[in-house]
DNA sequence: TCCTATGTTGTATG
DNA sequence: ACATACAACATAGG
């Protein structure tokens, strides 16, 4: 599930712990998803701390507590969030959940390809402040964009725009929003684009950004029919602009559906 | 049984 | 050193 918008949703969901005291830590400390960290002293240092604040950039979350404690969690695949019932009993999938007095913070993710980190001191750690900017920051510019895509010219551009080092929280449904909505083939190499065409992508990023975090990110609404994300999994399903079937195919290792009346090599 | 899945990462190769 | 391709990771569901 989780790309920039979902998990950004999936942050505010931990809001009802926000200035909160930690009671109980309960993990799964042989859960891949600690592969990297320590289990015991994330349940050690935890404990008793505070929530202080989250915030979110690219598929990745960060929650402050008291205590210089600072922790980041990666969603992978299947990865979420939920605020649950303080008496909650942890299931299989739940890695880590913070219990309080009001309710438990559940870290949930049955794949595991998700991750979490840990870090103790006064400053954010370098895992989190080397993310790329963000899409919607001022940095992420035409000429940053033209750059990369020379540098990765014989690479699928739907391949380029999953690289997390300069298009930071997009995935497989927004890079295929994003070719569709720019008219680009997914399969078209990256030093193949046209100015006129990297503009279009640059724009298009942006746009799919801000409204996928408008409607997913709010209150995880469901994409308009207009946009190709509720047809691009549906059998027969049909391009929204001009109703010509999709296609769908292997680029660069994943599923990838585009509208080859718009999108053409 | 086999295939798929909104993601990285280590490794082999060019 | 740099760019690129792909298997591997772990699990559930069709």
Redesign the pocket.
Known sequence: ???LA?VEYFRKRWNPGLNQKVKRVLLHPK??VFRGSDPALIEEKLTGATLLSSAAA??QLLFRFSGDLWLGL????TGELTAQPADYEPR??DHLVLVQAKQSLVFSD????G?VQFHVGPKEPVWWTSIAPAILSDEFTVSAVETFLK??????IK?VL?M?ERFPG????MADEILWRAEIHPKKL?AALTMPEIKALHKQCRWVCANALKIVGENFGDLPKSWLFPHR?EDGGKCPKTGVPLV?E?V????TCWSPALQKL
């Open positions: 599930m989780p790309e979902e859960a891949a690219a598929k990666h969603m992978g695949m299989k999938a049955f794949r595991m390809f991750r540098r990765r010219g014989r690479t699928p391949a999953l997390q997009i995935g497989n449904w990256a999994w769908r292997e660069g290792g994943r599923t």
